[in-house]
């Protein structure tokens, strides 16, 4: 039996990289501040993506630390911004391993949902996928 999960366990990093841990979200008010002044954006519909360049501090990070947004002024109720957040995050773990696997990814990442209206997990996949390939 131990073997078995020894086996499934080659290589560390591709196993890790379906996951979202801790060490991926970003909760630390100093990088959120520098994210929201010096950060550049992107737009599709309906995401808006603010990111930070990789630094040198950050270059042993396979992943940028991510936070996830959605604005109380198009949702009042807690139950869809919580919903629509999951959803964000499961797409977001689903596809970040392929994409940031040909390029630098950058320090630290927000993505924020700005559309009026709930949509289906196919569309904001589809949309999620668009705007992290337009990343440099």
């Known amino acids: 039996m131990f073997a078995l999960q020894f ?5 560390p990093i591709l ?3 379906q996951g979202f841990p801790k060490s991926e979200r970003l909760c630390s008010q100093k ?9 550049s954006s992107l737009f599709v519909y309906p ?3 603010l990111y930070l360049p990789a630094s040198t501090l ?4 396979v992943f940028p630390q991510v936070m996830f947004s959605v604005p109380k002024k198009n949702f009042k109720r807690a139950v869809d911004r919580n919903r ?5 995050r499961e797409i977001y ?8 696997s040909e390029k630098k990814p950058p320090q630290a990442l927000a993505i924020i949902f700005v559309a009026q209206k709930q949509e289906t997990f196919e569309f904001l996949q589809k949309k999620m ?8």
């Open 31 to 39: 990088v959120i501040k520098e994210l929201f002044s010096k950060g």
């Open 58 to 61: 950050s270059a042993s990070a």
């Open 84 to 88: 629509i957040k999951r959803q964000c």
């Open 15 to 17: 196993a890790h990289s």
């Open 93 to 100: 773990r689903l596809c970040k391993s392929h994409l940031f």
């Open 129 to 136: 996928e668009k705007v992290l390939e337009q990343m440099p």
């Open 7 to 11: 086996e499934k366990m080659e290589n």
């Open 47 to 49: 995401f808006k993506i």
